[in-house]
């Protein structure tokens, strides 16, 4: 493995350390916050939103300077997918009707009640279709099977905040309102998680066009 594969691999595992120690010192003032701040278009939902649309931006920006690259596409693919994901953090805009209070928070119209709901399955429909189109066309699935290490502690710290998130909105948890928090927490981990995974394959695939261009 040459000095550039060693680089990508150090700078990965600083970056997991970092956000680990990031993780742990953010969550300690989440102890004392109130049950809004998991609401509905509050901080923490407020901050997936964030980070998805950077992540989006990200890959954008990327797609934008491989011209001439055979994987353009895919990145345009990733790109593609943290868009899903930000539009579905969003209700696929449901979120800027709002509706009245209730006593779990900001209580939203329907897709059928606002005004284009209607469109909203077959645009999101058409999306996705799209996405699973460039993925099965552009990621370089022998490479990734066979050149690219695997980020296996990534792997398992995306599974694990999915559980936490899943069963903190079911309050399986800790059983009471915090619950809510951790699954947003959680969520939002989830979410920088998937950016750096995509952003390690961003890397190698980078690598494997310098190697095979020498």
């Not at 050149?147 to 800790?174: H, N, Q, R, T, Y």
Request: hydrophobic content about 50%; aromatic content about 18%; proline content about 4%.
């Amino acid at each position: 493995m040459d000095v550039e594969a060693q680089e990508i691999k150090r700078q990965f595992h600083k970056g997991l350390v970092i956000l680990a120690v990031c993780a742990v010192l953010c969550f300690i003032p989440l102890l004392f916050t109130d049950p809004s701040f998991a609401w509905e278009n509050g901080p923490l939902e407020m901050a997936q939103n964030v980070v998805l649309f950077f992540e989006t931006c990200l890959f954008l920006y990327f797609y934008r300077g491989a011209k001439g690259s055979r994987y353009q596409g895919l990145w345009l693919t990733t790109a593609g997918l943290f868009l899903i994901l930000f539009g579905r953090e969003l209700s696929w805009g449901r979120v800027f009707f709002f509706k009245e209070m209730a006593s779990y928070g900001p209580a939203f119209y329907s897709l059928r009640e606002i005004p284009y709901g209607f469109l909203v399955n077959w645009v999101v429909g058409a999306l996705m279709l799209l996405t699973l189109f460039g993925l099965f066309r552009y990621v370089p699935w022998r490479a990734i099977g066979k050149e690219i290490p695997k980020p296996w502690i990534l792997m398992i710290l995306v599974i694990f905040m999915a559980v936490l998130s899943s069963l903190g909105d079911k309050e399986k948890i800790l059983h009471t309102v915090f619950d809510q928090t951790i699954e947003e927490y959680a969520e939002l981990l989830m979410y920088i998680l998937l950016g750096i995974g995509a952003y390690w394959y961003y890397c190698w695939i980078r690598w494997l066009e310098g190697k095979s261009g020498q």
